[in-house]
């Protein structure tokens, strides 16, 4: 397609259960992103890829969270266990270049997934 | 640490009135300064963008300067209409894009 999709757009789960959040981004980007949304808070950084690698992921909140990349394009989020406080707007961008080259291009977001932990 | 810092919103205008959101950052280089805007119902998408120190970004009527000197980078618009109501967004990249807040704005017929 023509940008960033996510899948899916609204997912309600309960807690304790393992969700996974699915990120295709722009054909041809290299660089692939996901961020958090929560109410009331700004865009919280979680995890940035080139290509299949990611050099960062600093912003993972604790270990029940993981991501991967296949193919240099489709990536996934896995939340394990989820908890309330999971409950937010998971966003992916995927842009032309990356963290270590000068960041100046633009970073295209999807629509986001909705998570509701209960 | 690094960090972006905006205005609280919701900003309430009527239409046509004066908008600027303050945008303030701090780091220990020079970072590229940003501009996201998020519609209702809509993903995130770049407004504008400077890359070096007094570099003016500007799309669809607002505008902001890259202030090195007060690490500002506040965004404008002379005249504001109903369709720019939405959440603005200031971002820094320090490598990796770091976003502030966010400053809802609501355009009142």
């Known amino acids: 397609g023509a940008g960033v999709s996510q899948s899916p757009s609204n997912k309600v789960t309960e807690k304790g259960k393992d969700v996974e959040l699915r990120c295709d981004p722009i054909s041809g980007h290299t660089a692939l992103y996901w961020y958090r949304q929560s109410l009331g808070q700004g865009l919280e950084f979680l995890i940035y890829?080139?290509?299949?690698?990611?050099?960062?992921k600093s912003g993972l909140p604790s270990d029940r969270f993981s991501a991967e990349r296949t193919g240099g394009s489709v990536s996934t989020l896995t939340i394990q266990r989820t908890q309330q406080e999971d409950s937010a707007v998971y966003l992916c961008?995927?842009?032309?270049?990356?963290?270590?080259?000068?960041?100046?291009?633009?970073?295209?977001f999807g629509e986001g997934s909705r998570l509701t932990v209960l | 640490g690094d960090s972006v810092t905006q205005m609280e919103g919701p900003v309430t205008l009527s239409e046509e009135a004066f908008l600027t959101i303050n945008c303030t950052y701090t780091a220990t280089g020079y970072p590229s300064l940003f501009w996201y805007v998020q519609y209702p119902g809509e993903g995130l998408q770049l407004l504008l963008k400077a890359t070096k120190a007094d570099d003016k970004g500007s799309n669809k009527g607002f505008e902001a300067t890259y202030r090195k000197e007060t690490t500002s980078f506040h965004l404008e618009k002379g005249s504001v209409q109903v369709s720019d109501s939405a959440v603005y967004f200031c971002?820094?990249?320090?490598?990796?894009?770091?976003f502030g807040a966010g400053t809802q704005v609501v355009v009142t017929p």
């Open positions: 961008a995927s842009s032309k270049t990356g963290l270590g080259q000068e960041l100046t291009g633009e970073l295209f």
């Open positions: 971002a820094c990249s320090w490598g990796k894009l770091q």
């Open positions: 890829f080139q290509g299949n690698s990611a050099p960062d």
